[in-house]
Every structure is written in structure tokens, then in C-alpha cells.
């Protein structure tokens, strides 16, 4: 009895995972930094197509020591970096992790990823799914000026 434990465990890992793809992942990416750079940041778009609300509690990295979740926020006119506790994903609804607003923080780097390589993430949701990322790692402008973002002195 204790032999066919394993594969009983083996298979209910593999549920959780498939499961956890009711969650798209689209447009991962690491930002690419200097050598010597203790931290970098990782963003996605996150979409929920299902009917419940989910939200994103936590993840790893194998490169990283401590991986944290962030979101900026403007504290008397400067803007501000902040841990959270959860990524809130609406059902329905596509979240972007992007410079300037939700982010993960990867903390104590084994080493400073650099661009062509990608990076491994694993995404914790509060009902306990994961989710395995696998993140390119590229440069990103520390805040991306998309349409409209380039006219606002206007
Ligand atoms: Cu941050």
C-alpha cells in the first residue's frame, strides 16, 4: 500500500498544474540588469477567463532567494514601490504586471539574469493552485510610455 502512495501523490501534482492553466499567462518577461545587480523585477499579463476571482499570493524562483509582490503607488506626487499581499484577478478580467504598476520583485539573485536566457517562475494563487512560468528575460524600460503616455504634458 505504501509503494502506490507515489504515484498517487505524482498524479494529484499533475491535477493541481492542469487546473492552474485556467489562468493564461501571456507576454512574460525578467528585466535584464547589470552585473552586480542584487534585484530584478518580472511582468506578465494574467488572465482570469474564468467565473471566479482569483488572486496571485506568492511565487519562486530558483534564481532568486526571496521573491516578493509589488504594485507602485503615488505617495505625495512621488511614486512609490510597495510590497503586497496579493495581486487581485478579477474574473474575466486580464491584469497586467507591467513597469509603473504590479510586479514581482526578485530579491537575493544566485546571479544577474541576462538577456537571451529565460527565467523560471512559479506563481502561487489563494486557492492554492500553482503555476509554472517560464520568463524571458529582456530589457525593459523602467516605465514603457505607450500610446497616449508620450502626450501627457499636453
Ligand atoms: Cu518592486
Known amino acids: 500500500m505504501r509503494i502506490a502512495a507515489l504515484p498517487l501523490a505524482l498524479f494529484s501534482l499533475f491535477s493541481a498544474t492542469a487546473l ?3 489562468l493564461t499567462v501571456e507576454d512574460a518577461r525578467v528585466r535584464a ?3 552586480g545587480s542584487p534585484t530584478t523585477a518580472a511582468f506578465m499579463d494574467l488572465t482570469n477567463p474564468g467565473e471566479t476571482d482569483l488572486a496571485l499570493v506568492g511565487g519562486a524562483s530558483p534564481l532568486a532567494g526571496t521573491l516578493e509582490l509589488h504594485n507602485h ?3 505625495e506626487g512621488v511614486m512609490q514601490m510597495r510590497q503586497v499581499e496579493e495581486i487581485p484577478l478579477p474574473a474575466g478580467e486580464t491584469v ?3 513597469p509603473g504598476g504590479w510586479h514581482l520583485m ?3 539573485l544566485a546571479r544577474p539574469p541576462v538577456e537571451g536566457e529565460s527565467v523560471a517562475l512559479t506563481l502561487t494563487l489563494d486557492n492554492g493552485e500553482t503555476l509554472s512560468v517560464e520568463a524571458p528575460v529582456r530589457r525593459v524600460q523602467p516605465m514603457e510610455m505607450q500610446g497616449d503616455g ?4 499636453q
Open 20 to 22: 492552474a492553466q485556467s
Open 106 to 108: 526578485l530579491f537575493e
Open 33 to 35: 540588469v547589470p552585473p
Open 73 to 75: 503607488v503615488m505617495v
Open 96 to 98: 497586467r504586471l507591467a
Open 150 to 153: 508620450q502626450h501627457m504634458g
